[in-house]
């Protein structure tokens, strides 16, 4: 099998399993326990926020574990605008694209639904960026917080975020990112992004899902959305997930480390791949940008067939991907995010994603193109071998 449905999911790594064994089994304290046990996990803990602040430059106090990049943009979007609100009530917007995630899209709605808040969506141009002129447009001083994603998971598209973020900064806008889909091939460091918030998670980096991180800058007041006994420096309570937190520190240390050759390797399969079914598959579109795109992602359309249909030929094929986000899995509407770059929904139906692991290989990519030219002829009834 081929598993080229990386952007939902990845393997726990083998070294990210080893370092986190011990606080499974001889270490397993609780790290608010005042004997030695507790000790040893709460050293494990420190030492796994030291890691992850040291990737992404920032001091680890800035650092705050959670349950994986769902809870961190919550706590981001709401947190920065719940707190912010509190210190002045005029701030009662939130600005996010219309290619968010779920996860920061629906805590818009949440503080607009329970909260009064008003969400202001900035549109994305057909290749699916959020230009710096439209992001502008759409920001008020009354803004609370911005949320762009620094990828987008479903196309690919990677945002100007270090631009962006200049500009929300020239209004005094915080502003925060869902970098989940970005780490691991993109760079990861705060100062130069420019950025107050910064979402990642585990699994999507060879850590176990159900761990994840907000980079949230010290002087950023944050209202807490887990209350408890104030673990997390009362920014998210409940007895830490040590083993995970190791896990993602070990997972994220060794993408930064592997991240430039990584790239330049992954994005020459990845072109290749592209250039292979563009010119193989009849009528094929590439959605999202040309070259503004992750590394690990290719994604296109293929008129006349139905992106689910494609699915099933290529499983049958031994090629595993997906036919949008893995949360709209079985969904049959077309994807938002595709409606959002200007894809006509007809077409948005044929939609199918592949993304890649950093252990992607040049055989299995031209092995996946040759499948895909069978695939969608099959679907199309050409019947093609
Ligand atoms: N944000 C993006 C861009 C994602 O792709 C995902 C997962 O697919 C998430 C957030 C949610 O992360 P998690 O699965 O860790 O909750």
Not at 91 to 104: F, G, K, Q, W, Y
Not at 174 to 195: C, I, M, N, R, Y
Request: aromatic letters at 4%; glycine letters at 10%.
């Amino acid at each position: 099998m081929i598993f080229l449905d990386a952007a939902a999911t990845t393997p726990v790594r083998r070294e990210a399993l080893e370092a986190m064994w011990p606080f499974l089994t001889g270490e397993f304290g609780n790290p608010s326990s005042h004997h030695t046990l507790g000790e040893a996990a709460a050293n494990g803990l420190a030492s796994a926020r030291a890691s992850v602040a040291k990737v992404l430059r920032c001091r680890p106090g800035d650092v705050t574990f959670t349950s994986g990049g769902t809870e961190a943009d919550n706590l981001a979007v709401k947190g920065l605008a719940l707190a912010r609100r509190a210190q002045d009530p005029s701030l009662d917007r939130v600005l996010i694209s219309a290619i968010e995630h779920p996860a920061v899209e629906e805590s818009a709605r949440y503080l607009e639904r329970v909260h009064g808040f008003v969400v202001d969506v900035v549109p994305v141009d057909g290749y699916g960026v959020v230009t710096p002129d439209a992001f502008r447009a759409a920001l008020r001083p009354t803004t609370a917080v911005a949320s762009i994603m620094y990828a987008n998971n479903e196309v690919g598209t990677v945002q100007p975020v270090a631009e962006l973020a200049r500009v929300a900064h020239s209004l005094g806008v915080p502003f925060h990112t869902d970098a989940v889909q970005a780490a691991g091939w993109l760079p990861l460091d705060v100062e130069s992004l420019g950025v107050d918030a910064m979402s990642i998670s585990g699994h999507k980096i060879g850590a176990p899902k159900g761990s994840g991180v907000l980079y949230a800058r010290g002087r950023q007041k944050l209202e807490p959305l887990v209350h408890g006994g104030g673990q997390e420096r009362g920014r998210r309570s409940g007895t830490e997930n040590v083993a995970g937190a190791v896990a993602l520190s070990t997972a994220l240390t060794l993408a930064h480390a592997e991240q430039a050759t990584l790239h330049s390797r992954v994005s020459g399969l990845r072109d290749e791949f592209i250039r292979r079914v563009l010119s193989e598959v009849p009528g094929a579109i590439l959605t999202g940008h040309p070259e503004l795109r992750l590394p690990s992602v290719a994604s296109f359309c293929f008129p006349g067939t139905s992106g689910e249909s494609v699915l099933l030929e290529l499983e049958r094929l031994g090629v595993v991907c997906s036919s949008g986000s893995a949360c709209a899995a079985g969904s049959d509407a077309p994807s938002p995010v595709l409606l959002a770059l200007g894809i006509d929904p007809a077409v948005a139906q044929t939609a199918v994603r592949f993304s890649f692991n950093s252990t992607v290989t040049e055989a299995e990519l031209s092995q996946a193109a040759t499948a895909v030219y069978e695939a969608v002829g099959l679907v199309q009834g050409l019947g093609r071998r």
